[in-house]
């Protein structure tokens, strides 16, 4: 059979050779390296026999399938560990996650806490050094269900009940068998570091009417040295929690008499939120948008008629009733219906199009109590969203726009290593999605002609479009090396058909608009979370809520250092000014913990000569300067980080 590599070329193999017999037909380094294997688009074990003409791609540890199948390995290898540490717990499921992996267990009478890592993870390392092979096998319902029920599994049998013949494989490594459909690395010997991370409860099957069992989390490696490094940057994202520096830098605060997931921003998070608010409106007034307002509330039926109340119904808050029968409201959890009915609020010509309208709306999502995480994962959020309703001819040149606007935010906040995500629909389930074929085809098509033309670095991903029309989105890597979605823009011919949405071409005929989703922030709430994590509170000074401090050295310079004050709050210039009865160190420090970009000293030397002395946050004193000086050098600096954006 002829096996073809992702670089074009041919090998030749006996049929039932493996992607490892490939691999170490090129290399032997290679073959010791091979986790798993991408076979006709498809994650297999690298050692399953291939019967036929296939393209094989070989995955390692630098591939994100091959982490996945890593981490998915590892899970196993902790339930085997389980099993022989305690005898008789049942087992949930261990997929996988972004980092690591984790398994939910029932222990029984058992009872596990964190206390029990070390001997959890000495047994785990223990069965790796064994190097079992993790062997497949395909086995038929009726012996799978005999075999959980000899064991008294319900969670297994539970997960089997919806499994047909053909659809079930166990996989095994030492005396440990699981039911999973894989793929697995080849033997456990690859996995060299182990650490358990933390320990939580979770309902099986995430149902509150279901038993809590015990999920244990845990990360592993193929080297100790990149075990060590993955927790030393843990201990520096402690440092940089959003959490933890939104408390300190006093941006925002949660109450629970106001309830969860409601944040409440305080003087100087709101002056940051309107700084960024600012920043885009300006740059979206340039790009021809124009501003509107829409309620907190809508109802029902405006929903209903969207599709959001179908798919996302669930995760709304509940309807609010009003003593007129039969009407319904709903907390608005999104702003397009809203704007689709502005926009059909009069006649609309093929001549005005595209019409852009943006909004800071907020919304409203009914987010389980265990999923709300500081600012990232919300139940009231405000979005930065604008609708672009356009003729068809229109649709790529303003989606281009778009991402120039998308590239001018990154620039300014220093988001400057991404990857654009072209995200498609599922093709093995269009249940998911609401319209046509051919409007989703046309759709897709404009998203990846847009995004070649601007010349962006893209990765495809199916399965991760919007309900309504596919997407681009934006994945932006943040100091620490994370990978955020932020920006996205959506191409929609679904909700303008829904609304019957209609504007007059050239040949006096009535047509439907197109109609483009856009967030280059995405929610407020999030991004800034994201913000201040990646800068770890040092805001860009044009950003920063408290730009400039101001500290006189004793009280008799006071006069002066309140005229230089006022006279930089008149250029709008933001910051305080500390006349407290402390020592000038003490005021130092206590503007370096508040992050303050620039502190201006001042004492007799500056009072006699009409200056002031700067000092920059983390770079120490710069010398002195005139007021006017300052003033010049402050907005240059400004300037120079927002660039400008011509629309």
Not at 9 to 32: C, P
Not at 162 to 190: K, V
Not at 318 to 342: A, G, R, S
Not at 375 to 386: C, E, I, M, N, S
């Amino acid at each position: 059979m002829k096996i073809t590599l992702p670089d074009g070329s041919v090998r030749e193999f006996e049929k039932g050779a493996t992607s490892l017999d490939v691999a170490k037909d090129i290399s032997q380094g290679l073959a010791r390296n091979v986790l798993v294997a991408e076979v006709n688009g498809e994650v297999w074990d690298a050692t399953r026999p291939i019967l036929e003409d296939s393209n094989v791609k070989l995955l390692t540890w630098n591939d994100t399938d091959g982490k996945s199948t890593f981490w998915h390995s590892s899970a196993h290898l902790l339930a085997e560990a389980l099993e022989a540490l305690y005898p008789g717990v049942k087992l949930g499921i261990g997929p996988a996650i972004e980092t690591g992996f984790y398994y939910d267990v029932d222990f029984g009478e058992h009872e596990v806490s964190s206390d029990d890592f070390p001997t959890i993870e000495a047994k785990m390392k223990q069965l790796a050094k064994q190097k079992n092979a993790y062997a497949r096998q395909e086995i038929s319902k009726v012996d799978a269900i005999a075999h959980y029920t000899e064991k008294g599994d319900e969670y297994k049998l539970d997960l089997l009940d919806g499994l047909d013949d053909g659809e079930i494989t166990f996989y095994t490594q030492g005396n440990f068998t699981d039911l999973c459909r894989g793929p697995h690395i080849p033997n456990t010997g690859f996995i060299k570091a182990i650490k358990l991370m933390n320990v939580a409860g979770a309902y099986w099957r995430g149902d509150e009417k279901n038993k809590m069992l015990t999920r244990i989390y845990g990360v592993t490696f193929p080297k100790p040295k990149e075990l060590k490094e993955y927790l030393q940057l843990l201990e520096e994202a402690k440092k940089r929690d959003h959490r933890k520096l939104g408390k300190e830098l006093e941006l925002f605060t949660f109450s629970k008499n106001v309830g969860q997931g409601l944040p409440l921003w305080m003087p100087k998070g709101a002056t940051l939120r309107d700084r960024l608010t600012e920043f885009l409106k300006k740059a979206q007034t340039k790009a021809g948008y124009s501003q509107v307002v829409t309620p907190h509330i809508g109802s029902k039926k405006l929903y209903e008629t969207s599709g959001h109340y179908a798919k996302y119904g669930e995760d709304s808050f509940q309807p609010i009733h009003t003593p007129d029968e039969d009407e319904e409201f709903l907390l608005k959890p999104m702003n397009c219906p809203h704007h689709c009915e502005i926009f059909s609020a009069r006649p609309r010509s093929y001549k005005e199009l595209p019409v852009r309208f943006a909004e800071f709306g907020t919304v409203y999502r009914y987010e389980q109590s265990g999923e709300l995480h500081g600012l990232t994962r919300v139940r009231g959020f405000t979005q930065d969203d604008a609708h672009i309703f356009c003729r068809p001819d229109q649709v790529k040149e303003e989606f281009k726009k778009v991402i120039d606007l998308v590239l001018y935010v990154f620039k300014a906040l220093g988001f400057e290593d991404f990857t654009a995500q072209i995200s498609l629909r599922d093709p093995e389930n269009k249940t998911k999605y609401i319209g046509e074929d051919e409007a989703w085809d046309k759709a897709e098509q404009q998203i990846k002609e847009a995004a070649e033309e601007k010349g962006l670095n893209t990765i495809i991903e199916y399965g991760e479009a919007a309900f309504y029309g596919p997407k681009l989105d934006f994945m932006v890597k943040d100091a620490l090396g994370r990978s955020w979605q932020l920006g996205t823009i959506q191409v929609d011919y679904n909700l303008p058909e829904r609304f019957k949405l209609e504007y007059v071409g050239a040949d006096n005929q009535r047509h439907r608009p197109v109609m483009l989703h856009r967030a280059p922030f995405g929610s407020l709430e999030r991004f800034i979370a994201i913000l201040i994590e990646n800068c770890a509170g040092n805001f860009p000074l044009w950003l920063a809520p408290e730009q400039i401090a101001v500290l006189p050295i004793s009280e008799k310079y006071i006069d002066y250092t309140t005229q230089v004050f006022k006279a930089l709050e008149a250029k709008d210039i933001s910051g305080y000014l500390d006349n407290r009865d402390e020592k000038i160190g003490r005021k130092i420090r206590d503007a370096e913990v508040k992050k303050i970009p620039y502190m201006l000293i001042i004492g007799e030397k500056e009072q006699e000569s009409q200056t002031i002395s700067i000092r920059k946050k983390g770079e120490g004193d710069l010398g002195s300067m005139t007021l006017t000086e300052f003033e010049n050098y402050f907005g240059k600096i400004i300037s120079d980080s927002l660039g400008t954006f011509e629309g």
